[in-house]
């Protein structure tokens, strides 16, 4: 495995909601904001590679009725495999999905907007950090990777303030984004 960066999930008001109750001059700053964490992969090489992700938490972990993820390589984003195994204390999560040769695909892991509890509530935040290696369905046992995480955010909510989005490129554990991927990696 090698560590690739960490995240910050939100669908949550930018400001507290003691701070808004208390200071009501600040409420037109209290836009909600949905925060994912997108992850760019490209695969450099000439054969198609499985890779698994894992993704770190700490509970409640990755709780699957309250989290997207999505995968998307050929412009239709589709499902991907996944594996929840939470036993409370530290959460790995485990995605599975094949990258086509000299092909780059999109993993977005967010915060289920669709979850109409979850927006009402509007008070979810997870962190974490995620590791990337070559699955074991993989036929090639090495790759090269460029690989890119970001956070990507939408502010929404209050009559008075607009739609605003935020994206900003994370640091990489390796501090490149050249990934080789092998057997000890």
């Known amino acids: 495995m090698a560590f690739i960066s960490t995240f910050e999930l939100l669908l949550k008001p930018q400001l507290p909601k003691q701070l808004t109750d208390t200071k009501p001059e600040l409420s037109p700053l209290a836009r909600k904001v949905l925060q994912g964490y997108f992850l760019t992969i490209a695969n450099v090489?000439?054969?198609?590679?499985?890779?698994?992700?894992v993704v770190t938490t700490r509970t409640p972990g990755l709780e699957p009725e309250k989290?997207?993820?999505?995968?998307?390589?050929?412009?239709?984003?589709?499902?991907?495999?996944?594996?929840?195994?939470?036993?409370?204390?530290?959460?790995?999560?485990?995605?599975?999905?094949?990258?086509?040769?000299?092909?780059?695909?999109?993993?977005i892991l967010q915060p289920d907007a669709t979850n109409q509890k979850l927006r009402e509530e509007a008070n979810f935040e997870l962190r974490g950090y995620v590791e990337i290696s070559i699955?074991?369905?993989?036929?090639?046992?090495?790759?090269?990777?460029?690989?890119?995480p970001e956070h990507r955010g939408t502010f929404f909510g209050t009559e008075k303030a607009e739609l605003g989005e935020i994206a900003y490129v994370l640091p990489l554990a390796n501090g490149k984004s050249l990934f080789e991927l092998g057997p000890n990696s």
């Open 45 to 53: 090489t000439n054969e198609l590679v499985f890779l698994s992700l």
């Open 67 to 107: 989290i997207l993820t999505v995968l998307d390589t050929t412009g239709v984003n589709g499902p991907v495999s996944s594996v929840f195994d939470g036993t409370g204390g530290i959460e790995k999560s485990r995605f599975t999905f094949p990258v086509n040769a000299n092909d780059t695909g999109l993993f």
């Open 135 to 148: 699955s074991s369905l993989s036929t090639p046992k090495t790759t090269q990777l460029l690989i890119t």
